[in-house]
Structures are given as structure tokens and as C-alpha cells.
């Protein structure tokens, strides 16, 4: 069974960046039969896609046009994690972060396992 | 990017009774890649049903889902205290983004 166990900081100062780390058990960062996503929620924005990484024959990553410019998901083979560094934030970056596994194909989009969620507040 | 519409915002029923969610599309899209997924407080979303009607793994069966084009649909029979939550849609497929709608509240 996948657990995702996400640490990181849950206060950042606006214009700092917000860096969280997601720890994978029962699964492999690696696995060519999965796909790690970072997600977030808020009231204004609902649950919204942020970003992903996979390796397959290379490592690849993607992301949302709305965080494009300021986001990097990074995977850490030797310690079996994926990581989110969001810069330049500012208090519309308010939320809870998730980190998330998708699955392969046609099921890349369906979050089947959840991190607990890291409640990340903007603010001096 | 594909626009999902839930309906309704909040629904009020008591235990035993059966809830009837809706997820409304704003095109249609091929292989029938709509989603499910259940929020308690406090909690991440959990995933529920997939590929409009299949249940994901230790999900009963009072739960199913349905639906074709754009027009989807969630029903819980014989509600369980525990089935009071938020609920999700979410069309996914092969290729980012992936939007999700905005939640109905099954209350007591």
C-alpha cells in the first residue's frame, strides 16, 4: 500500500519560496507505472493541478500555466521523494498542498493516493 | 480545458436515505475518464469511483456511478453516517491540466 508522507514548513513569508518534500513508501519515485503530482486546495481556487514528474525512459515534469513560471517538482532517487519549490509567493498561494500519485496512460489524472496535506499560509 | 459543473452545492438528508449527485461537463470527452472522490474534514480527497462507474479498491458497493457525454452522476443508496462528506468530479485523462469540480456537501 502507497503512504505519502509530506513535510515542510506551513508558514512562508511573501516573495520567499515555499519548498515541500513528499517521502514515498510502498511505491517507487522511479516506477515507469506512476506519475507523482503536486495538487493544492482553497476556497477560492477549489482543488486545482499544480504539477508532476515521471520518469520513463528520462525524467519529465510539467505544470499548470498558472504556477509555470515559478514552479519546480524534482524527484530524489536516492531518498525515494519528490519535491515542490513554489517562488515568489504571495498570499494567493495560501492553501493546502497535496502530493499525489496518478497512475500510467489514460489513468496519468487519477489521484489514487494522497499525502496528508500541508496547510502552507503567505504571510509576514 | 474541460469546465465541470456539480449540482447541487448542498444536499440535506438523513442516514438510510439515498443521495443523487450531479457532474455536468461543458464538452464532451472520449473513454468515459470521469472520477469520484470523497473529503471529509480534515482529510485528503479519497478516490471513490473511476471511469464514470467503476469502484476503486474497498469501496462498497452502495456507492455507483454513471453517466455518458456530459452529463454524470453519483449515487450513495442506504447513507451511512460515514458518507457524510464532500464529493468531487474529475475529469482526468493522458494529458495535463486536470480540473475538478467545485464539491457538493452531503449533510445530515
Known amino acids: 500500500q502507497v503512504q505519502l508522507q509530506q513535510s515542510g514548513p506551513g508558514l512562508v513569508k511573501p516573495s520567499q519560496t515555499l519548498s515541500l518534500t513528499c517521502s514515498i513508501s510502498?511505491?517507487?519515485?522511479?516506477?515507469?507505472?506512476?506519475?507523482w503530482n503536486w495538487l493544492r486546495q482553497s476556497p477560492s481556487r477549489g482543488l486545482e493541478w499544480l504539477g508532476r514528474?515521471?520518469?520513463?525512459?528520462?525524467?519529465?515534469?510539467d505544470y499548470a500555466v498558472s504556477v509555470r513560471s515559478r514552479m519546480i517538482v524534482k524527484p530524489d532517487t536516492s531518498k525515494n521523494q519528490v519535491s515542490l519549490q513554489l517562488s515568489s509567493v504571495t498570499p494567493e498561494d495560501t492553501a493546502i498542498y497535496y502530493c499525489?500519485?496518478?497512475?500510467?496512460?489514460?489513468?496519468?489524472?487519477?489521484?489514487?493516493?494522497w499525502g496528508q496535506g500541508t496547510l502552507v499560509t503567505v504571510s509576514s | 480545458e474541460i469546465v465541470l459543473t456539480q449540482s447541487p452545492g448542498t444536499l440535506s438528508l438523513s442516514p438510510g436515505e439515498t443521495a443523487a449527485l450531479s457532474c455536468r461537463a461543458s464538452q464532451t470527452f472520449g473513454g468515459g475518464y470521469l472520477a469520484w472522490y470523497q473529503q471529509k474534514p480534515g482529510q485528503a480527497p479519497r478516490l471513490l469511483i473511476y471511469?464514470?462507474?467503476s469502484r476503486a479498491t474497498g469501496i462498497p458497493d452502495r456507492f455507483s456511478g454513471g453517466g455518458s457525454g456530459t452529463a454524470f452522476t453519483l449515487t450513495i443508496n442506504r447513507l451511512e453516517p460515514e458518507d457524510f462528506a464532500v464529493y468531487y468530479c474529475?475529469?482526468?485523462?493522458?494529458?495535463?491540466?486536470?480540473?475538478f469540480g467545485q464539491g457538493t456537501k452531503v449533510e445530515i
Open positions: 474529475q475529469h482526468y485523462d493522458d494529458s495535463p491540466p486536470w480540473t
Open positions: 510502498g511505491d517507487s519515485v522511479s516506477s515507469t507505472n506512476a506519475i
Open positions: 499525489v500519485r496518478g497512475g500510467a496512460g489514460t489513468a496519468a489524472g487519477l489521484f489514487d493516493s
Open positions: 514528474t515521471y520518469h520513463r525512459s528520462r525524467w519529465y515534469d
Open positions: 471511469a464514470t462507474s
